[in-house]
């Protein structure tokens, strides 16, 4: 059992890595996705894998961990199961009404999404908690009862119920669940008390709405993949990530599919801030490029930045994850000319097929045949010629472009990566300027398959001046698997003011969700040594309609300690974010939130004592690329990163090849190779 496996799902590729205890060394393979079945992929590069350690079987696998978009793309697509609503009487039609904003404040004609659950699948049963927890209408059973078998009867796979202040007394809740068990025994159930006991009802409708809308979707899928490992010899409990980059047992996600939202990007992002913390980056900004569109966050003093929830195609989601801005802007993202004859890149995406024109499958130019056509990517191979590439289609494709623009090819594809740089600049500027931060204070980290391409670029628009690109970048997401924690989340809304007063009620909640925490450690065995808890309260000055989230300091007792520390560090981030603060103002808490994590085995993060040498060693051939059309073609040494060992220096331009990822300096970029082999690259002056 001394082979631990992450698996990470693209919209292009399936990434897997595995680590090998005993030797202590981590293999990587890249497979294409199959969007139609992604366990197919998932099988074949665990296949691949154990053939490529050396004939290792499944039954040496101890540990097995999964990203995971099937949820992501169920909603994005609309292929969720047929859902029905189980709401108070009178608020029927919340799902639809929402917060009454338009999607889009200066188009009369935008859209708002269409609801998950159809009007005729949404019923009201009579009932009422008030805003105080008390009951004022008792639940009608019979109601109840009237209403699961019109939903039976209309043929559901699945039901949400959502009732008024539920958050604060969820008896009715939970007796409704019990009725709807009763008369459907089959069917898939979700109650806002378990999903997100928040206040915001619309807010909380809709997230345990979506919680239903995808999980028979999504235990559909994890119980397959699971009996598939099974069959094939996996003795071990497999785990899935969740949004907030800790993971969890099959079983557990099953319950709350919600948690997955993010499933995918949010293990890179915490590999990626403890690689970087070892080699003393504690405040980066994180940049995973893919196939199909790219994921950023913010990482300070090493932890990554956390929110309570996003809104997904229009619809708001609230569940515990970290702060990872996307958008379309990928390897495979389509260039295209719109109606003003300007040239557009994404969101459309050629994916895994037909892919890229170079793939041999497609005819439209993507983001990699821009970069196929100027030779920073290999024009005959990639994943050390585990795939063919044909050039003289990617330059037939740009060709297209070009002609109507009156540019030349490699003016057409040097404009390509110049808008879908501009793409990704935006997307980091969200997650930085307008939360408070300075993009030119952190380290831009750039991994997934194209990320290390496209960083010099990028850093250069936003004035970043240090890039830190990890080992196995083209897989981080896989690897950064292996270095999370087993995680979870509680909650509990409950207004009040944080004065003196109020020091030992806000302990009281705290010790009781300190108390859910415990219960979970024993129910996923957590050695008590490696039992962590994290507290943070959302707060605002007494008026506000919306909160922020401040971290409480480790240990700090509030009958104890007093509130003035936790006020100050609320006035902190409130001037941070909106530019003042109102030291006279009431400050109130309205959600309590606490984090219990566990430890698990991780891949540690380790030094190369390997002596320095000539970087000229590495180099494995020179390559006419294209880095200006004015300048045209220029020799540029193309450098095997395997052959790299720590303490070597290079300058640009130059070119690090590696399976699972290629990494271009601009010219006057300086390149060295830190103790723990990761490319540390110094942005030179621009020109």
Request: with cysteine; glycine share 10%; hydrophobic share 40%.
């Amino acid at each position: 059992m001394s082979l631990r496996i992450g698996v990470d799902t693209g919209g292009t590729f399936t990434d897997v890595c595995a680590f090998d205890e005993e030797t202590g060394r981590v293999h990587v393979r890249k497979v294409s996705s199959t969007p139609d079945d992604p366990g197919r992929a998932i099988v074949q590069g665990v296949t691949e894998i154990l053939d490529q350690i050396g004939g290792r079987t499944i039954d040496e696998v101890g540990y097995f961990a999964h990203g995971t978009t099937v949820g992501t793309n169920a909603l994005l697509t609309g292929r969720g199961a047929r859902t029905g609503l189980i709401t108070t009487r009178g608020f029927r039609d919340l799902l639809e009404l929402g917060r009454g904003r338009r999607p889009s404040m200066y188009d009369p004609q935008a859209d708002k999404p269409t609801p998950q659950v159809p009007r005729h699948l949404r019923m009201e049963v009579t009932e009422r908690v008030r805003h105080t927890g008390l009951v004022e209408t008792p639940l009608d059973e019979d109601d109840v009862r009237r209403a699961v078998r019109e939903l039976k009867d209309a043929a559901v796979d699945s039901i949400a119920v959502c009732l008024l202040y539920s958050y604060l007394n969820a008896d009715h809740e939970r007796r409704i669940g019990e009725i709807i068990r009763e008369e459907m025994p089959d069917v898939y159930v979700s109650l806002s008390c378990d999903v997100l006991p928040e206040f915001r009802e619309y807010e909380r409708l809709s997230t345990v709405v979506t919680n239903s809308y995808v999980g028979p979707v999504v235990a559909n899928y994890l119980a397959r993949l699971r009996q598939v490992l099974a069959d094939r010899g996996l003795t071990a409990v497999p785990h899935v990530t969740q949004s907030n980059g800790g993971v969890i047992p099959f079983s557990t996600a099953e319950a709350l599919p919600v948690r997955l939202v993010l499933s995918g990007p949010s293990t890179g992002v915490v590999g990626a801030a403890q690689i970087c913390s070892a080699a003393g980056f504690d405040d980066i900004i994180t940049f995973d490029m893919g196939g199909t569109s790219s994921d950023i966050s913010l990482v300070q003093e090493g932890r990554p930045k956390v929110t309570a929830g996003m809104e997904l195609d229009g619809r708001p989601v609230r569940s515990p994850m970290l702060d990872i801005h996307t958008v379309g802007a990928g390897g495979g993202s389509l260039a295209w000319i719109d109606s003003g004859n300007h040239l557009r890149v994404g969101p459309q995406s050629a994916g895994a097929f037909p892919g890229p024109a170079c793939y041999g499958n497609g005819d439209d130019a993507a983001v990699t045949d821009a970069n196929v056509v100027l030779r920073m990517l290999n024009p005959e191979y990639l994943l050390n010629g585990q795939m063919k590439i044909d050039r003289s289609a990617s330059v037939a494709a740009v060709q297209r472009l070009a002609e109507p623009l009156g540019l030349s090819v490699e003016e057409t594809a040097l404009g390509i990566l110049r808008v879908v740089t501009a793409n990704m600049a935006r997307a980091i500027r969200v997650v930085s300027v307008q939360r408070g931060y300075d993009p030119r204070e952190y380290a831009l980290v750039p991994f997934g398959g194209a990320g290390p391409l496209h960083a010099s670029r990028l850093a250069r628009e936003l004035g970043m001046r240090t890039i830190v690109v990890p080992e196995i970048p083209g897989a981080q997401s896989a690897l950064g698997l292996l270095m999370t924690d087993v995680k979870t989340d509680f909650m509990r809304t409950l207004i009040t003011a944080i004065d003196d007063s109020s020091a030992a009620t806000v302990d009281a909640v705290f010790d009781e969700l300190a108390r859910r925490a415990q219960e979970w450690f024993v129910e996923e065995e957590v050695d008590e040594g490696g039992r962590e808890l994290r507290r943070r309260m959302d707060l605002r000055y007494r008026g506000q309609n919306f909160e922020l989230a401040v971290e409480v300091p480790e240990g700090h007792g509030f009958v104890e300690h007093g509130v003035g520390a936790v006020i100050e560090l609320f006035h902190e981030a409130h001037e941070r974010v909106y530019g003042y603060r109102s030291e006279d103002a009431a400050v109130e808490v309205v959600t309590f939130r606490l984090e219990a994590s566990g430890s698990a085995a991780h891949v540690d993060v380790r030094r190369d004592e390997t002596s320095p040498s000539d970087p000229a060693k590495a180099i494995v051939e020179t390559r006419s690329t294209c880095f200006d059309p004015a300048e045209g073609y220029v020799d540029t040494p193309v450098y095997d990163r395997s052959l790299l060992t720590p303490g070597d220096v290079f300058t640009g331009p130059a070119i690090v090849e590696q399976m699972d990822t290629t990494t271009v300096l601009l010219p006057s970029d300086a390149c060295r190779v830190d103790e723990y082999r990761n490319l540390i690259v110094e942005i030179g002056e621009q020109r």
